[in-house]
């Protein structure tokens, strides 16, 4: 039983084509590795176009996202501090008091009757 020839693998990788070529065209074993090689290639070719206009659409629909989180999580948080959705609603900030709570001196909320 022949043993299987693994120089393609070294020769593709560190050597010139001409040394390449020369082993090919006398081993039998790397001439099958280079067929299915050649094969794959064309393969990987023929998809490139789809491959690279898609990647460049995931992109650019990630990038919208990032920005639709970022958009609203810096909105809530200016909401939050500075009451920005009352003021673009109505103009002012509303307070307890504004809103019928009873309040004390310092505008926070009595929890008891006084």
Do not use: W
């Not at 650019?60 to 989180?69: E, H, P, Q």
């Not at 504004?98 to 309040?103: A, V, Y």
């Amino acid at each position: 039983m022949k043993k299987k020839c693994t120089k393609f693998e070294t020769l593709f990788t560190f050597c010139d084509e001409k040394t390449l070529t020369e082993h090919v065209n006398q081993c039998e074993d790397c001439r099958r590795e280079y067929e299915k090689m050649n094969k794959v290639s064309a393969l990987i070719q023929e998809v490139k176009p789809h491959y690279k206009q898609n990647k460049y659409y995931a992109v650019r629909v990630a990038c919208l996202l990032f920005a639709f989180i970022i958009g609203g999580v810096t909105f809530q948080i200016a909401d939050m501090n500075y009451g920005l959705v009352d003021t673009i609603k109505y103009g002012q900030r509303f307070t307890a008091e504004d809103l019928g709570f009873q309040t004390d001196e310092y505008g926070l909320l009595m929890v008891g009757d006084e």
